[in-house]
Structures are given as C-alpha cells and as structure tokens.
C-alpha cells in the first residue's frame, strides 16, 4: 500500500512539472497556424525585397528562440542557485506575459484594433519573452522529473514530459483550426484579429500550471546539495520510503563531493563566455548592417566559446550533450512543427485543409510518443534513438524525392507521417531523457544548460534557413521545394552514425552511478 502510494505522488509530482513541457509545445507551436496572418499584418506592408521578407519571415516566426537560447542559457544559473521549483515559477510567469504582449503588442500604446505593423518589433520582443520561459521549461522541467523519479521508472516519467509538449502542440493546432474556422473566407479577420486569439490562449494553461506549482516539492537532490538533509529525506521519504530514503540520501550526499562541486566553474564561464560573445557579435554585425546578423553571431560566438579550458571529463560530457541537442534538430524537426501549413499549402491545399492536416501530424506525433513512453525503459535509449534516425532519414529523403519528382500530395503525406512517428518514437522524447539522466549530480544543471541552449541555438538556425531555402528560387527550379528535405535526412543518417558510436546506454542505472559512468 505504501509503496503504491509513493508511486502515486511521484506520478502526480511528474504531471505538475509536465505542464511545463505542455506550456513549451503550445508556446512553440502557435506560431504555425498564425504565420500567414504575421506575414499579412506585419511583413507585406514593409514594402521588402522578395530576400528580405523572407529574411523577416524566418525571424519574426524564430524569434522566440532567441528567448529559448538565453532562458536555457541561464536556466542551469537559476535552478542550481534558487532551486528547480523556483526556476519552474519564474517561467511560468514569463509564458503568462507573453500571451497577454503577443497578442496584444500595442499594449501600452494603442488598444488592438488601432494597431499596425510598426509594432512588429513589439510583438518580437513579447515572443522572445515566452521564449525565455520556454528555454527555462524545457531545460528545468526534464531535469525535476529525473530528480524525482525512480530508476526503473525515470524513462518513461522523463518520457511524459516530451508527450506533454506534443499534446500542448497537438492543444494549440486544434486551437488554431477552430479559431480560424471562425473567419468568414476572405481572411481579413483572421488577419487582423483572430490571431491576436491564437496566441492570448496561452495565458489560461500558463496560468494554471503557477498554481499548480505550489503543491510541487523541489527535488531531494538540489536540497542535500545545499545542507538541507531532512527536508529531502521527508520528501524522498514520500517518493520511495523512509528506508530507501536512507540510502538514498547516503548516495547522493556520495556523489557532491568538493572536488565535483569545483568543477562547475568552468561550466558556468563557458556560458558567461558565451552569452558575452553573442552580444558584441551581433551589435558589431548589426551596425554593419549584415541581414543575418543574429545567425552568424550565434554560429561564432559559440564555436570561439568552445576553446573555454575544461578540466577531467567535462570536454566530453559537453561535447556529447552539444552534439545529442544539435542532432535532435538539424533532422528538421520545427520545419514541421512550425511550418507545417506552409507545407501542407504548397502541396496545393487550402488554408482549412493545411491547418486539419497539421492536426492530423500532432495526432501521429503523440501517438508514437506513447509507445516511446511504453518502450523507453524496457528496449533502453539508443535501440530507440537510432532506429529513429533511420525511419526520418528514409523519410525525408522520400519526401524531397516528392517534391523534386512532382509526386502526388497523398504521398508526401505518407513521408511527412512516417518522419513524425520516427522522431516521436525515438528522438523526441529519447532525447530529453538522456540529457535530464546522463551528467553527474554535482554538474547535471550547467552541462544540461549548456546542451539546451545548443539545441535552441540549432533550431533558431533550423528554423530561420527553411524558408530561405524553401523559398529560393533557383533550388525551387531545380528542387521544386526538395533540397531542404534531403538536408534533413543527411543530418538523420549522421545522428545515427553519432549515436552508436558515442552514446553510454544509461537504463537502469541511478543518477548516481553517472559519475562513473563518464570516468570509464
């Protein structure tokens, strides 16, 4: 009895968190059903070259994952400092003000209707505030369930985070659809106003999940690392029993020895280095007027931050977490994601059609994270991860090929579902489970920070070259919209590749048992 009641606890402590990984999906994902009416609102009447406006597109649309960047970069500060829970606060205000700001980017100024474009920038700035959140949640809120869970159990609890981002992904499409449903065909409301909507719907789950928050214990781990043992042993106590508390605490006080816990300072000057670099790169790049000022600063500013001088094993638990994140999105991920009317549209289908097909996409997504959630604990991670890579790689070369060849759109629907269920059962979820599980206890929150700002590095690349490739017009006249795609599956056969070769399988064992882990 007692030991299901623990289960029971440590479920419903798993669900809180889980809202933010719900919050990171919805926040990530409004952007797809409102792109169109961005590009109508704000973009047209700058009056752009066909180059720049699709310059501006790929950032208005990217922009919060500048916000996902600097939240994951500060995300490891804030957890270790303050604590998970409070890090899991402070984004859940930061989603709550960007709802309210994106839908309403005059706020202010003007009321709604007297709006107009010159408040794009506005509405860039409330977008990389949820971004912040964003980059906060999907850093914190893996790493609180790890922290949490059982061994046996913590693949497929971590697992339920990655499930709760596509059902807030899946929340939002059909959000979009029925909000859009509402205009009367000519697009003119849903241009100027039905938007607006899209994105205000955040403000109710952001809003719940801070209340929620409060019945959410921080995690025995980050409490023993600060002296507080008896407040970790009454929580663990609840998770797992007060006699496996006790070992338990035994282990992990094991684990924060001093010479662990200098090792963190290196960790913290490569994102210091970093964050510094950026920011005179893209001020140096901007005043000269250079249209992909962000993306290059990005690109250097953390290449040259790589040569931080990092002690024992730390380079290779940095590399490995740098290169598992970057992966995960140079397979092309958010380009669905994100742009998944757009596509559907250049398959030749209308705006209701595109907006149930990207429906239908969230419901293949969520489906095949269940069976990761299923299979995770028992297969272990890198059967998942790569024969996931193999199913996209496939995929995606298919669906370029389509393109390229003309091939019939029910086809390309095929490679487009086939690509989300191989991601869904394998890199999506398998890949958050790895980066909250595989780091030692003294530094799981810096190096974890470190590979969560790459990821968000590598899909605000991701994201911000699509439309410029997808819409160039000498790759559409060879290509016919393929080129892309075929990148894509490059990066799939490359993940895999990288997956069997460096990647520990890490099923079973404990959080503590990470350290020796990367000793071998």
Known sequence: MKNETSKSYAFGVTLIATLGGLLFGYDTAVISGTVESLRHFFIDPMNLSPFEASAMEGFVVSSALIGCIVGAAIAGWLSQHFGRKPALFAAAVLFFLAAIGSAWPEIGYHMPDAGDHTFVYHFVFYRILGGIGVGIASMVSPMYIAEIAPPSKRGSLVALNQFAIIFGMLVVYFVNYFIAKQDSGTGEWLHSVGWRYMFASLAIPSGLFFLLLFFAPETPRWLVMKGKTEKAHNILSKLVGSVEADQEIKEIKHSFDKEQESSLKPYYKFMMTWLVLFVIGYLVLQFSQVSSALEIAMIFSFLIALVVPIKSYGFAIIITGLLLSAFQQFVGINVVLYYAPEIFKSMGADTDSSLLQTIIVGIVNLSFTTLAILTVDKFGRKPLLITGALVMAVSMLGLGSSFAAD?????????????????????????????????????????????????????????WTFPIMDKNETLISTFNHGFSYWVYGAMAVLAALFVWKKIPETKGKTLEDMENLWKK
């Open 407 to 463: 091939l019939p759109s029910g086809l390309k629907l095929v490679f487009m579902l086939t690509y989300t269920a191989g991601f869904a059962m394998s890199w999506g979820p398998v890949c958050w489970v790895m980066l909250a599980e595989v780091f030692p206890n003294s530094v799981r929150s810096a190096v974890m920070s470190i590979a969560v700002a790459a990821q968000w590095v590598s899909n605000f690349l991701v994201s």
